[in-house]
C-alpha cells in the first residue's frame, strides 16, 4: 500500500537556469497502539505530466504521471513506540549549462542525490513534480 502525502509542481518560471528548488521537512514519527514495529520507505520521486495532443487544447493529465526511475532520497524507517524525529529533503539546481543536479539530505547531512532529473523537464510543456514523500508499509516484523 502505498501514501502519497503530498505532490507539487514546479514550473519552468520556478526554476530557471542559475536557480534552485530546496525542500526540506521533518517527521515526528511513532506507532499508537501498536503490538509490533513496523517499516516505511519515505521516497522523495520527480516525474513529468505530459499534456495530451488530442483534444486540443489541453490541460496537464494528472493521471498520466510519469515518475522517474531512481528517487531523489529514498530511507527506511523503523516505527516503535517510541517517538523519533526525522529530518529530510532535496535541493536541485539547474545550473547556467541547463543541466540539473540534485542533493539529498538525510538526518542534517547534504549529499549527491542517487539520481538527479535527466534533463530540464520544464521544456515542452513539462512540469518536474516532486512527490514528497511517498511512504510504502512493509510486514511488520517482531520482537527479538
Known amino acids: ?36 514495529r513496523c517499516e516505511y520507505v519515505l521516497k522523495i520521486e520527480t516525474g513529468t505530466a505530459p499534456q495530451d495532443i488530442v483534444p486540443a487544447p489541453t490541460a496537464i493529465n494528472l493521471q498520466n504521471v510519469v515518475w522517474s526511475a531512481t528517487p531523489l532520497l529514498a530511507e527506511r524507517l523503523i516505527l516503535s513506540d517510541t517517538k523519533i524525529e526525522h529530518h529530510f529533503g532535496v535541493a536541485i539546481r539547474h545550473n547556467i549549462d ?19 532529473p535527466s534533463s530540464p523537464q520544464f521544456r515542452h510543456s ?12 512493509r510486514a511488520p516484523f517482531s520482537s527479538p
Open 126 to 137: 513539462r512540469n518536474s513534480i516532486p512527490r514528497i514523500p511517498r511512504a510504502e508499509p
Open 1 to 36: 500500500m502505498e501514501r502519497e502525502l503530498f505532490m507539487f509542481f514546479v514550473s519552468e518560471q520556478m526554476l530557471t537556469p542559475g536557480t534552485a528548488f530546496e525542500l526540506e521537512l521533518k517527521l515526528a514519527l511513532r506507532t499508537l497502539l501498536a503490538t509490533t
Open 98 to 116: 541547463d543541466s540539473l543536479s540534485a542533493d539529498q539530505l538525510l538526518y542534517n547531512i547534504w549529499t549527491a542525490a542517487p539520481a538527479a
